[in-house]
């Protein structure tokens, strides 16, 4: 037997471990069957190629509670270790057995899957165990060795009798942690790290039907069919899937399969995803990995932590900020790459070149993913678009690479529900909504209730409206008009229709200016000059006498600060103001002006004011009750 302390720099480096290393106690299952498919990747590696001269077979990785002896079992078939090899790779530290071994195998052993940095990893069985021991038998033609450590630098290794080639980790369970002598605990961790690791790996037993047993079915002599029990059988108890969808080849999938990964992903979603993109590179860095767009909310901050990081099918953690562009983050699915740097325990992204790459490629690929299903079947996209849009306009803003490429699928719906893409749409409206100084001007509306009869004037002219009402719309069209050559866009209600497209102007009042003067004088004594701003215009008899409108600029700032930016001005505290738009043309302000008492024009201009403010949903309250009052007396 052997005795000795760790080669370690400190003293006693386990409380360091314990306290600094490894935030999280529960992670040490994680590292330790990180470790045990190691090992049996890397026999599954050295039979491939000659070096190892035993039958791989069908190994599997086993974990066992002993909750009496308060024992915790980690057992695997992989390539084991001798007495040396465990004085190497346990007792010094330093070292990585991953690391030398993908050294000595760099050219045949790239994609072999080797997860690494054993020595660290192991140690942080000590965050749960008071001792641990290691009983292991090599490959080679060695006898096995028994290691023991309670935790200090010292530590005993004996030769041990185990004759069947693998590791077996025993983890004495300390007093603060006995949770992890639970079985409900324990699955609970198997399933959140381990579910999609390479190796079987069994917890327990089940009973299972026998698929080789057919019940028998009989008659009774009134004819009444029997059925047999089925017959049961105990097999193992395998809590992973060690061939995830997203470690096939995309030919070797159909999307019945990419439908149920997601079921296995997020088995309490009950929607269907509405598509997916499987990612696949190895250059220049390796990446693999399925996104799925589900059904989208207009609520920014539900959506986010559901994509999953994986390296090498190790789960890492649901926080893939920095990885995956910010705004695909609403996304679902997985991402597994052995390239994403990490820190020794996992628990945090290092900053790093090769990740802005490999978010850069994601945005990319996400891209032409968008495209080619556009292209493909356009129907299904644009049924699609109210439950994507979000993602996709969130994109166009904060990414511009994404945004140069959004012009191939990015849709602009109308009203009428035509969908355009911005070069259709620019080629629809061109003619007829240029206004005399040359500029374009896209109307739109955000709410077609709400804006219903400025809508329809819009209309009346011939005019596109577009149907615009996601929360972030206001920063878009912002990014869109700076980098659009001459285009505005302008809600329906943000002027009457002739000044938000203002053509060459031929219509003649009916009123003389000394008629306008007095007009404006009666409405400005009745309408309250900190809410409205009086607008006299010049517009078909036809057209509604009193309209009220909120200028493009100021509701635009007030929304872009409501939903982040665009505040500089403070816009958002400021009080709402509206425009009164009144039509001089029309021939209820012919009457209000031939009214011969005071009192009865403004009653009429208040009860004008009154119709227009209802019309846009601004007549509130007591406000409301007075209105309707004075409309019953007017009947009368």
């Known amino acids: 037997m052997t005795k000795g302390n760790i080669n370690v720099s400190v003293e006693n480096i386990f409380p360091l471990i314990k306290k600094f290393l490894y935030s999280d106690h529960e992670i040490f299952l994680r590292e330790l069957i990180s470790n045990a498919t190691d090992a049996t990747l890397k026999l599954k590696h050295l039979t491939s190629i000659g070096e190892a001269s035993v039958e791989y ?86 006898p096995a060795a028994h290691w023991t450590c309670d935790g200090s630098p010292e530590f005993t290794l004996e030769a ?41 790996i069994k917890f327990g037993t089940k009973e299972v ?12 002599k009134d004819g009444k069919e029997t059925t047999e029990p089925h017959k049961q059988i105990t097999v193992d108890n395998i809590i992973n899937n060690p061939n995830p969808a997203w470690t096939k080849q995309p030919a070797d999938l159909e999307d019945k399969d990419y439908k149920n990964f997601y079921r296995e992903l997020y088995p309490m979603q009950f929607e269907e995803p509405l598509f997916h993109i499987h990612l696949n590179v190895d250059y220049p860095f390796n990446l693999t990995g399925i996104l799925y767009f589900p059904k989208m909310t207009n609520d920014l901050n ?73 292209n493909e079947n356009r129907e299904d996209f644009e049924a699609k678009w109210n439950d994507i849009k979000i993602v996709i306009e969130y994109g166009m803003l904060s990414e511009d690479k994404f945004f140069e490429k959004a012009d191939a699928f990015a849709l602009y719906p109308t009203v009428d529900g035509t969908y355009y893409t911005y070069e259709e749409l620019f080629n629809k409206v061109k003619a007829n909504q240029t206004d005399k100084d040359g500029k374009l001007v896209l109307l739109y509306a955000s709410n077609e209730d709400s804006q219903h009869s400025y809508i329809e004037a819009a209309k009346a002219k011939g005019y596109e409206v577009l149907l615009l009402d996601s929360p972030i719309i206001s920063h878009l069209m912002q990014k869109l008009e700076s980098t659009k050559e001459n285009i505005t866009f302008a809600r329906v209600d943000a002027d009457h229709v002739d000044n938000l497209i203002k053509k060459e102007d031929t219509k003649i009042s009916k009123l003389t200016d000394e008629q306008k003067t007095e007009l404006e004088t009666l409405l400005k004594e009745v309408i309250p000059a900190e809410k409205f701003s009086v607008q006299l215009e010049t517009m078909d008899s036809s057209s509604t006498p009193f309209m009220i409108t909120q200028p493009e600029f100021m509701r635009r700032m007030k929304e872009m600060q409501q939903t982040g930016g665009g505040g500089m001005f403070g816009m958002g505290n400021m009080p709402d103001m509206y425009n009164l738009v009144v039509n001089t043309n029309s021939d209820l302000v012919s009457d209000i002006l031939a009214t011969k008492t005071k009192k009865k024009q403004e009653r009429l201009i208040t009860q004008s004011l009154d119709l227009a403010r209802l019309s846009q949903g601004l007549l509130k309250g007591k406000e409301l009750s007075e209105f309707i009052k004075r409309s019953y007396e007017m009947i009368k």
């Open 57 to 142: 077979g069908n190994p599997k990785i086993e974990i066992k509670i002993d909750k009496e002896g308060k024992k915790l079992h980690i057992i695997d078939q992989g390539l084991g270790m001798t007495a040396d090899e465990v004085e190497k790779y346990i007792n010094q530290i330093a070292f990585s057995g991953a690391e030398e071994f993908l050294d000595k195998y760099k050219d045949s052993g790239k994609d072999s899957g080797i997860i690494g940095h054993f020595g660290l990893g192991f140690y942080s069985a000590f965050m749960v165990a008071e001792k641990v021991e290691i009983i292991t038998k090599s490959f080679k033609d060695e």
């Open 160 to 200: 041990h009798d185990k004759t069947d080639r693998g590791t077996e980790i025993i983890l004495h369970i300390a007093e603060d942690s006995t949770e992890f002598l639970e079985e409900a605990r324990i699955n609970e961790l198997l399933i959140k790290y381990n579910k999609f690791m390479p190796i079987p």
């Open 209 to 220: 039907n026998d698929p080789d047993f057919t019940p028998k079915t009989t008659k009774d």
């Open 302 to 374: 539900l959506q986010k932590d559901k994509i999953q990081l994986y390296q090498n099918q190790v789960y890492v953690t649901d926080n893939v900020e920095g990885i995956v562009p910010e705004f695909l983050t609403m996304l679902r699915g997985v991402i597994d790459s052995p390239d994403i740097p990490l820190n020794v325990s996992r628990s945090y992204l290092q900053a790093d070149g090769a990740v802005k790459k490999i978010s850069s490629y994601i945005t990319r690929k996400v891209a032409d993913k968008l495209k080619s299903l556009f």
